[in-house]
């Protein structure tokens, strides 16, 4: 990962600039980038990211997020890893199974 220091934030506009520790070119960085952050970005954070091109040419950071700045998991990920989505999944299977037989049985 990368390290730099967010110069400017657009947040209307969703999008800024992150000048690189190691010097160098300021990166550009869209709130796409930090995907899970509990919070928007702000003028002077601390933000560790990768580099890619876009379709243009440019660089701009990816898979990135501030440091400090909890990052929240995805909910649905979050569900099936708890009790009741394990349930739910068993449920999803043994339906499956039950429409399965039925259909095999059926067949002439």
Do not use: C
Request: charged share 25%; aromatic share 10%; net charge positive.
């Amino acid at each position: 990962m990368i390290k730099g220091v967010l110069k400017t934030w657009k947040e209307d506009r969703g999008f800024g600039f992150i000048s690189p520790e190691d010097g160098g070119k300021d990166i550009f960085i869209h709130i796409s980038a930090l995907k899970g952050t509990s919070r928007r970005p702000v003028t002077g954070d601390v933000i560790y990211y990768q580099s890619a091109k876009d379709n243009r040419g440019k660089y701009k950071a990816v898979n990135a997020y501030i440091e400090g700045v909890e990052i929240l998991e995805d909910k649905a990920v979050n569900f099936f890893s708890t009790k009741k989505g394990t349930l739910v999944l068993i449920i999803l299977a043994l339906v499956a199974i039950a429409a399965a037989v039925v259909a095999l049985n059926l067949t002439p």
